[in-house]
């Protein structure tokens, strides 16, 4: 048990409705990173977040967007549903912003159908 | 930009046989190397790391060195177990500027144990 906790486990909903994932970052960290898992793009950074400021933006679409709140918990919010957004969405924390080991959630299994 | 090539899978091993998987990886500073394994239907674990040059990482049997001279960072295990079968990941952090250490990964080595 890595400490950081998702939900849900599992979701599934349809084309062109909205969905959010829920992470809680282990005790202590401060850096919320969240990454989405597919078959045809393997493991792909989407964005970041330090102390409830975004920090580092990678292959995220503008139909999603996130956020930490002051708890430091994070939500991914996903609109727009395309069928291609089916993945698995891992949140990862680690200690700071820096060259820290980020430790990995269960991940939330989206389902688009 | 940063990039990580490992090795196409599946790999299917019997037990007690030696593991390689190779990785290699492209990145414009000095990153940090990791080894995340992912087991079926579970999330990713750290299995091992290296923070800088000629530094070995290791763990449960499993070890792998950072090699900047060949920008390798290959994983191995002299003896795999039925327990090892599981999805690994090579993956590399570095900072891509305002200090952001986001993971680059490989896509990916299963390996497959059979008793």
């Known amino acids: 048990d890595s400490g950081v906790t998702q939900t849900p486990k599992h979701l599934i909903t349809a084309t062109g409705q909205r969905v959010t994932l829920r992470c809680s970052p282990r005790s202590g960290d401060l850096s919320v990173y969240w990454y989405q898992q597919s078959l045809d793009q393997g493991l792909q950074f989407l964005i970041q977040?330090?102390?409830?400021?975004?920090?580092a933006k990678g292959n995220i679409l503008e139909r999603f967007s996130a956020q930490q709140f002051p708890d430091l918990h994070s939500e991914l919010n996903l609109s727009s549903l395309e069928l291609g957004d089916s993945a698995l969405y891992f949140c990862a924390s680690s200690l700071g912003q820096g060259m820290d080991t980020q430790y990995f959630g269960p991940g939330t299994r989206l389902t688009v159908l | 930009g940063n990039s990580v090539t490992q090795m196409e899978g599946p790999v299917t091993l019997s037990e007690e046989a030696f593991l390689t998987i190779n990785c290699t990886y492209t990145a414009t500073g000095y990153p940090s190397l990791f080894w995340y394994v992912q087991y079926p239907g579970e999330g990713l674990q750290l299995l091992l790391k290296a923070t800088k040059a000629d530094d070995k990482g290791s763990n449960k049997g499993f070890e792998a060195t950072y090699r900047k001279e060949t920008t390798s960072f290959h994983l191995e295990k002299g003896s795999v177990q039925v327990s090892d079968s599981a999805v690994y990941f090579c993956a590399l952090s570095d900072n891509s500027g305002a200090g952001s250490y986001q993971l680059t990964f490989g896509k990916g080595t299963k390996l497959s144990v059979i008793p």
């Open positions: 977040y330090y102390n409830g400021e975004e920090r």
